[in-house]
């Protein structure tokens, strides 16, 4: 039997509905105030309905919604909301450095597998490039059948160069290099998960080499560590829902709902492709696996939507984490895999750049051939690797890309105006494919255990 707030939260959100459908498509007049109303109403039921589940995906559900409507009926209050959700990022960022340094080092030292490792780091860059692959020619294929930059008018829609300006631009070398930590406190500073990743994975090395004696005082003190760290994760997804929140109300502020209506083919096409991606890629991929998909899903949730909501894969690491082990992915591989997976198995970030790529292409007139197209694909992937911890990389790679390829830079500037938006559905992508990733090399490793207890609906918030 249906619980009364769950009653009254589709009778309110369904006359919500009728009355925003009534004025904007049948030029019904509607009091601004009676929609504002019934949209509010909608949202308290909503409340009564979370309050009543006590569930944390429910909340940070419930806080995009709120978030959402704040920012498009009051926009000053969502742009001053952003210090709360900056709030929120800076304090999983502390997470992660200490996080994923110790995981990686119990898991190495703790075990003195190292031959483990080596043959985990070849399966998951065998993994991670197939899946990327997929991904980049979705992208292409996508776009090619949308044709969404064809009739853009660059010029009307080119912003001052300025707009970019400072963006660093990447070689060969500068991939490679980046890789590798030059200072371990610096890297922990900016926030390089890779270099963290190196620098942890050659001190558990080092660790597991040393005589028992000696490994012990630091292989305890790394478990307790990682036992704090994810306690310390527990604690700071508290404040999710009201960080998620305010991310939301932020961006639709900043970028309001009329964009939508100039740019839906682009969204439409991005987020169908994506939506192609999960339903004939990575769903089968999970059924091969033998992996129980409804389980998989509960697990990934809260991650996932954290992801959607901040736009930041950096913000949904440590709890991905946690949710991958209780799931049943032994510790040592999930802090292997997932880290390791934020530089190279970046899914929807690929395919985001394929399709990208191609629109401005479309959007300058320019005709390329299926050769010319296919060329670009096998270039980014290349240069999309390894590029974890550069600021808004995706637009680094595709000026690059733009730039070798002798496109204009103009129509990069119409993808700016959508960018947080289509930001939300590549990163989710991203996390979501990332923790597929970390239980697939944990069923090839043959140690993923389906009948792990999955604890994530009763957190109490």
């Known amino acids: 039997m249906k619980s009364k707030s769950t009653v009254a939260a589709v009778i309110f959100i369904t006359a919500a509905a009728l009355l925003w ?23 308290a039921a909503l409340a009564a309905y979370a309050k009543e589940r006590r569930s944390l995906t429910i ?36 997470i992660i450095a200490p996080l994923l340094f110790s995981t990686l080092v119990v898991g190495i030292a703790g075990h003195s597998n190292l031959r483990q490792v080596g043959r985990m780091g070849v399966k998951a860059l065998i993994y991670f490039e197939v899946i990327t692959t997929i991904a980049l020619f979705i992208g292409l294929a996508a776009i090619n059948i949308s044709k969404a ?31 590798f930590p030059e200072n371990i406190a610096k890297s922990i500073a900016e926030g390089q998960i890779l270099q963290i990743v190196v620098f942890s994975v050659l001190f558990g090395v080092a660790l597991a080499a040393l005589p028992e004696k000696s490994r ?17 994760t527990n604690i700071v997804m508290l404040f999710a829902p009201v960080g998620v929140g305010a991310a939301i109300a932020y961006t639709v502020a900043q970028v309001g709902l009329g964009v939508l209506v100039n740019l839906s083919k682009l969204l439409v096409t991005l987020y169908a492709a994506l939506f192609v991606f999960i339903g004939g890629v990575l769903l089968p991929v999970a059924k091969l696996a033998g992996i129980p998909i409804k389980k998989f899903i509960a697990a990934v949730a809260e991650p996932v939507s954290i992801a959607f909501a901040t736009t930041s ?11 991958m082990e209780k799931f049943g992915v032994p510790r040592q591989i999930v802090a292997f895999i997932i880290p390791t997976g934020y530089s190279f198995n970046l899914d929807g970030t690929t395919l985001y750049l394929s399709l990208a790529s191609i629109f401005v292409a479309q959007a300058a007139g320019i005709h390329m051939t299926f050769g010319q197209q296919l060329f670009m694909v096998f270039t980014l992937m290349l240069t999309s690797k390894g590029v974890a911890g550069v600021p808004r990389a995706a637009l680094v790679i595709l000026l690059g890309t733009a730039a070798s390829f002798n496109l204009p830079i103009e129509p990069v500037f119409i993808l700016l105006g959508i960018d947080a938006l289509m930001d939300m559905g590549r990163t989710s992508v991203n996390v979501l494919g990332n923790c597929l990733a970390t239980v697939v090399i ?11 207890e999955l604890v994530h609906s009763h957190q109490q918030v």
């Open 442 to 452: 944990a069923r090839w490793e043959g140690q993923f255990d389906p009948t792990a």
């Open 149 to 179: 930059g064809v009739g853009f008018n660059v010029q009307a829609a080119a912003a001052p160069a300025q707009a970019l300006a400072g963006l660093p631009k990447q070689t060969a070398g500068d991939i490679i290099l980046h890789i």
């Open 59 to 94: 909340w940070i559900l419930f806080s995009m919604i709120v978030g959402a409507e704040v920012g498009h009926d009051w926009p000053t209050v969502g742009q001053n909301a952003r210090t709360l959700s900056l709030i929120f990022l800076a304090l999983i960022k502390t």
């Open 313 to 323: 894969s950096e913000a949904a690491l440590p709890l991905a984490m946690e949710q």
């Open 216 to 232: 012990r005082p630091m292989l305890t003190f790394a478990e307790s560590l990682s036992e704090t760290m994810f306690k310390f």
């Open 21 to 43: 459908t009534a004025s904007h498509y049948f030029g019904v007049s509607v009091p601004a105030g009676l929609l504002i109303g019934t949209r509010w109403l909608a949202i």
